[in-house]
Nanobody, 124 residues
Framework: VQLQASGGGLVQAGGSLRLSCTAS????????MAWFRQAPGKDREFVAV????????YYVDSVKGRFSISRDNAKNTVYLQMNSLKPEDTAVYYC??????????????????WGQGTLVTVSS
């Protein structure tokens, strides 16, 4: 199973970016997909998750109303639309495929497969 994340970059505060994560080697539609992020010197943080069919989504409070997660199972791709970006959103963003449903969805331990990360830098 491989996850390939892309779409990061440098953007000014208030701007937008869309991250993409494409999966291969796995039945993509079989599980939840999530985005996490990790800022320098900090732990990896849950950002958003979408269920198998995209019908259920959850977000960390700090991004609610600004970020939107979606998926296209026909393209084996999950997206993270990020609007109204703030400097505190600066981090490496990782996509992840959930396989351990006995662990809460907002914990990294619930996810077995991870993308390589894509850097998002928001300047003030």
């Amino acid at each position: 199973v491989q996850l390939q994340a892309s779409g990061g970059g440098l953007v000014q505060a208030g701007g937008s970016l869309r991250l993409s994560c494409t999966a291969s080697g796995r039945t993509f539609s079989s599980g939840a997909m999530a985005w996490f992020r990790q800022a320098p010197g900090k732990d990896r943080e849950f950002v958003a998750v979408t269920g198998r069919n995209g019908g259920s989504t959850y977000y960390v409070d700090s991004v609610k109303g600004r970020f939107s997660i979606s998926r296209d199972n026909a393209k084996n791709t999950v997206y993270l639309q990020m609007n109204s970006l703030k400097p505190e959103d600066t981090a490496v963003y990782y996509c992840a495929a959930r396989t351990i449903y006995s662990v809460s969805y907002y914990l990294p331990q619930s996810y077995t497969y991870w993308g390589q990360g894509t850097l998002v830098t928001v300047s003030s």
